[in-house]
Each structure stands twice: as structure tokens, then as C-alpha cells.
């Protein structure tokens, strides 16, 4: 019913940069929040940026000033736009997506996640 794909990753030298993507599709009647995770190996989950229905951002304070949540709602798409990346922000990136979708006369509203992106840091 739902899908998430992402674009974007790949390999970057440290100081640079990189933006990623993520396209909502289906039958989607409204999108909450939006999210960027990321998990090291080794290292749990962990949340890098939220931004809400009214644009309100959370950043986690190893990216703040380095990283900028967007999205566009008519597209259905969130991005995440890394700027003086660093070895360890090294992981693989997973966008989430807080909504609600259509089947048959039903609503049904949860969380999705996208398949993953690998972004690796190194020189």
C-alpha cells in the first residue's frame, strides 16, 4: 500500500557534502512526521532529524548546524541535506514517515521506514 524509497547515499570525503531523499508513495491520504534515522554498525538506531506537518524541526546535537531537514508535501518527500560531514557520521540512513493511507473505505495510520542508504565518510 505504502512505500518509501531513498536516494542519495554514497561516498564522500570529510568537509563534504551530501543530500539525501526520500519519496512517499501509495494510496496516502495525509503525511505527519518525517524523519531521518541512522544506524552504525555496531550502534543502535538512532534519530538524526524530525521535521512536522507545521515544519518544526529536531536535529540530534551531533548534527546540529551541519545538517538541514525539508520536505515538500506535494511531492511527498523529505530530504536531508548534510553539509561538513564527518567519518563519523558513517552509517546507514533510514528515512521514516508518520502517515495515513487509504484501502478499500478504511484508514490506517502508522509508521514506515525506507529501505536504507548507505552514507560512508572517509578519505
Same mark, same amino acid.
Not at 13 to 22: H, N, V
Not at 33 to 62: C, F, H
Not at 82 to 98: F, G, H, I, R, W
Given at each position: 500500500?505504502?512505500?518509501?524509497?531513498? *536516494?542519495?547515499?554514497?561516498?564522500?570525503q570529510p568537509? $563534504?557534502?551530501?543530500?539525501?531523499?526520500?519519496?512517499?508513495? $501509495?494510496?496516502?491520504?495525509?503525511?505527519?512526521?518525517?524523519?531521518?534515522?541512522?544506524?552504525?554498525?555496531?550502534?543502535?538506531?538512532?534519530?538524526?532529524?524530525?521535521?512536522?506537518?507545521?515544519?518544526?524541526?529536531?536535529?540530534?546535537?551531533?548534527?546540529?548546524?551541519?545538517?538541514?531537514? *525539508?520536505?515538500?508535501?506535494?511531492?511527498k518527500?523529505?530530504?536531508?541535506?548534510?553539509n561538513?560531514?564527518?567519518?563519523?557520521d558513517?552509517?546507514?540512513?533510514?528515512?521514516?514517515?508518520?502517515?495515513?493511507?487509504?484501502?478499500?473505505?478504511?484508514?490506517?495510520? $502508522?509508521?514506515?521506514?525506507?529501505?536504507?542508504?548507505?552514507?560512508?565518510?572517509? *578519505?
Amino acid at each position: 500500500q505504502v512505500q518509501l524509497v531513498e *536516494s542519495g547515499g554514497g561516498l564522500v570525503q570529510p568537509g $563534504g557534502s551530501l543530500r539525501l531523499s526520500c519519496a512517499a508513495s $501509495g494510496s496516502i491520504f495525509s503525511i505527519n512526521a518525517m524523519g531521518w534515522y541512522r544506524q552504525a554498525p555496531g550502534k543502535e538506531r538512532e534519530l538524526v532529524a524530525l521535521i512536522t506537518t507545521g515544519d518544526s524541526t529536531n536535529y540530534a546535537d551531533s548534527v546540529k548546524g551541519r545538517f538541514i531537514i *525539508s520536505r515538500d508535501n506535494a511531492k511527498k518527500t523529505v530530504h536531508l541535506q548534510m553539509n561538513s560531514l564527518k567519518p563519523e557520521d558513517t552509517a546507514v540512513y533510514y528515512c521514516n514517515v508518520d502517515l495515513t493511507y487509504i484501502s478499500g473505505s478504511h484508514y490506517y495510520t $502508522g509508521e514506515y521506514w525506507g529501505q536504507g542508504t548507505q552514507v560512508t565518510v572517509s *578519505s
